[in-house]
């Protein structure tokens, strides 16, 4: 393909000398010979040129710099609009399209068709209006050299202004009209020649229709006045979990003059609103479709999508592209019965920085896409009104590492916190290019925001931290642990019930352990067995679910209750071959990456599942993008068995090695999705990454072996966070003994 590309490119532009001046045709004539390109319908009646599934050619095939305006339409009882136009049609493979569509979507397109897979989708906009059948359009189109600009209605600016690196590939011919497959009118068709530097000093200027500053700070206000905080009336006995998801206020670093955003005594009446979880910018997935013009313009999973993200955040109070950080506040109202609790706050997902505050006070601060920040809280709330505030950042203004946005832990300085100084100085190193550098799967365009829920979780001072269960097929291994967070020593007692998810009828229920001893302050892990069960085992087929439920008590009153849904089954490696519950099992599945498009949408991750069920397959892949507990959770509900891969597609591959600050973000972010989403029985085996491939393309031996040491380390620490599950290199890796010799495999796990 290179060496066809190449011989393309070394063509003459010119097979003959375009000579002739402008060509102009209002098709009056009814019997002007036309040349016709298609099976379709090509011909002219009533003053108008009419094609269908079909096109013409006009002018000369030599012609190459040249300015083209006409006008077309659908008619009246068309469905939808489709207007096809091209130039530069070389031959029937090589030529440019140019499509207006008005129909799901609203579009504007310019593409490259070429012979042998050279074509290209060059750009695609969306349009700010509805094109109607029965309506007159003009379009002007400028193709000089390898610039072009596609203009709309005598509009002064072009809706479409590119550079064609691989203009070579199309190089000259005819101006084509139609193509489409509804009927298309055209009129009005003048090709006039243009100087080859017609354009040399004309600056790219793209015709964008912008919300007036009037009707945006309408927009502020109204959204602001809607805004209304988290009021929590009372909480429950034992455990309560408050979801901070909605509306949140919303301040762009460019806005941020002086204040201090975090306390709450700093006047919020001007702030924005923004949707939690979700990302201020467009979603734009690498592998959901492709990039056009070379890669400078991302276009997403379809056209539909691509024009809805982009209208989601067009459509915000302010200018996302100008937002390389922002603030988040939430407001939140709590009881009195408060002051006896213990809080732990909540975020499943923050991208890529965040530094979090309560009433004023530094808590946490976090850097990574994936992972979950958890962080106590309690003894920075208080009865009544509460300010949660989180500075996110998502790229700096240079390479430098140096923020245009002020760095508001040095505003919050450490002499004000001593007891955080520490984790703000930890914060402070994380520079510009690390932000850059930091795992984002296969999320393009930089994502940022709060894209994950957020809750708090409020129970009493003895409570259960964490729950690892181990299935087995008539029964299963606990790991519970607990944590004293009162200033006394304190005896509970813990006791499992198990029951079916969908009748919640009760399968099980014993007092586990008694008289549990947990020092002030103190924190333990308990291990027990629980045997001779008989459940539904969880298969894709036939995908069971229990409610694991922990309990515990004090003299008999509740202290705390956790319910973990879960299933029994295992899956394992024996004989060369996967084995689920004990049996050979197969993988029929492939790689599926919806999640990244909608990781918030239930109805998308349920749906799509069904939809690889009826196609029979069973079994996917997170391909480089770890999904969240939504779509985890849907899995195990769908009997979809998942492989479940790291974030970081390519770590180290060929001769790169990243900074190590870098690797053991990764690393620890990575381990710490193993921890959160083990208990999940859909998940059937751990992925380290995609296609790291270093093993094979390190040309330096030494570097190739401390690579890896350095996954062989996590490898081991995965086996520590999860013993029952196995483990996958990478997503096509293969211990080449033959090739490298066993020595170089001594100590890698």
């Known amino acids: 393909m290179k060496q066809l590309i190449s011989i393309l490119l070394s063509l003459p532009l010119f097979g003959s000398v375009w000579v002739n001046a402008q060509v102009s045709e209002t098709f009056d004539n009814p019997s002007l010979p036309l040349l016709i390109k298609g099976r379709g319908d090509c011909k002219i009646e009533r003053g108008v040129f009419r094609s269908r599934s079909a096109y013409a050619c006009f002018g000369d095939p030599a012609q190459r710099n040249c ?22 049609a070389y031959n029937r493979f090589d030529r440019y399209v140019v499509g207006m569509k008005g129909g799901l979507q609203d579009d504007l397109y310019l593409s490259r068709m070429g012979y042998m897979g050279t074509d290209e989708l060059l750009d695609i906009v969306p349009l700010d209006f509805h094109p109607v059948p029965g309506e007159w359009y003009s379009f002007k189109i400028e193709a000089c050299n390898h610039r072009i600009r596609v203009f709309l209605n005598d509009e002064p600016l072009p809706r479409m202004d ?48 912008n919300i007036p500053v009037r009707e ?72 959901h479709g492709e990039t056009m013009n070379q890669g400078k313009f991302p276009k997403g999973v379809s056209d539909t999508y691509y024009q809805q993200e982009t209208a989601r955040c067009e459509g915000y109070s302010f200018d996302y592209r100008k937002t390389k950080a922002a603030w988040y506040r939430q407001w939140i109202e709590l009881p009195q019965s408060i002051q006896n609790k213990q809080v732990e706050l909540n975020f499943d997902a923050v991208s890529k920085k965040a530094d979090v505050y309560i009433n004023g006070v530094p808590v946490a601060s976090h850097a990574g896409m994936f992972g979950e920040i958890k962080t106590d809280v309690t003894n920075y709330l208080k009865p009544g009104s509460n300010l949660i505030a989180v500075y996110v950042i998502k790229e700096d203004a240079d390479s430098s590492g140096k923020s245009e946005e002020p760095d508001y832990y040095s505003i919050a300085r450490l002499d004000e916190h001593p007891e955080k100084a520490k984790e703000l100085e930890a914060s402070a190193n994380i520079t510009g290019k690390i932000l850059k550098d930091i795992a984002h799967g296969f999320y393009g365009g930089n994502p940022a925001g709060i ?9 009493n001072a003895v409570k259960i931290e964490d729950v690892f269960i181990r299935p087995a097929l008539d029964g299963a291994s606990f790991d519970v642990t607990l944590r004293n967070y009162s200033g006394k020593t304190q005896k509970v007692n813990l006791a499992t019930e198990i029951t079916e998810a969908p009748t919640q009828h009760p399968f099980y229920s014993e007092h586990s352990l008694k008289n549990i001893e947990l020092k002030a302050g103190g924190e333990q892990t308990l291990t027990y067995t629980v045997r001779n069960l008989k459940p539904r085992l969880w298969t894709p087929q036939h995908p069971h679910l229990y409610d694991f439920t922990f309990k515990l008590t ?51 991750a349920h749906r799509f599942y069904q939809v690889m069920k009826a196609g029979n397959i069973e079994i996917t892949r997170t391909h480089t993008t ?15 068995g998942i492989s479940h891969e790291g974030t970081w597609p390519w770590l180290m591959i060929n001769a790169s090695m990243p900074d190590t600050a870098l690797i053991a973000l990764w690393a620890d972010e990575y381990l710490s999705l193993l921890k959160k989403y083990r208990n999940h029985p859909s998940i059937l085996f751990w992925t380290v990454n995609n296609e790291m491939k270093f093993y094979d393309n390190e040309p330096d031996p030494v570097k190739r072996k401390r690579k890896m040491a350095i996954i062989s380390d996590v490898v081991k620490r995965m086996r520590e966070i999860d013993p029952t599950r196995p483990l996958s290199f990478d997503s096509n890796y293969r211990r080449n003994e033959a090739k490298y010799g066993k020595a170089f495999y001594e100590g890698i796990d």
């Open 626 to 640: 770890p999904y969240n507990k939504l779509w985890i959770n849907a899995a195990d509900e769908n009997g979809i």
């Open 162 to 209: 590119v550079e064609d690196a691989n203009a070579g590939l199309a190089p000259q011919g005819y101006v084509t009209l139609g193509g489409g497959w509804i009927t298309t009118e055209f009129d009005n068709l003048v090709i006039e020649p243009i100087d080859e530097k017609a354009l040399n000093d004309v600056p790219v200027q793209i015709y964008k229709k």
């Open 216 to 287: 945006k700070e309408s927009k502020r206000r109204v959204e602001r006045a809607s805004y209304q905080p988290v009021v929590v009336d009372r909480l429950n006995t034992c455990r309560t979990e408050i979801s901070l998801d909605g509306r949140w206020l919303f301040l762009p670093g460019y806005e941020v003059k002086g204040t201090r955003p975090e306390q709450p005594e700093t006047a919020d009446r001007d702030w924005h609103t923004m949707n939690v979880p979700d990302f201020w910018n467009p979603v734009r997935i690498w592998l």
């Open 67 to 88: 300015r083209i305006t006409f006008s077309a339409r659908t008619p009246e009882d068309a469905g939808q609009v489709q207007i096809w136009a091209g130039f530069r």
């Open 451 to 459: 894209w994950q829920p957020v809750k708090l979780i409020v129970t």
């Open 554 to 604: 004090n003299k008999k009153n509740p202290e705390d209750q956790l319910t973990v849904r879960s299933g029994f089954r295992t899956f394992e490696v024996k004989n060369g071959l996967f084995y689920l519950n004990n049996q050979p099992y197969w993988l029929r599945g492939g790689n599926h990456t919806p999640f990244a498009l909608a990781p918030n949408d239930p109805v998308l």
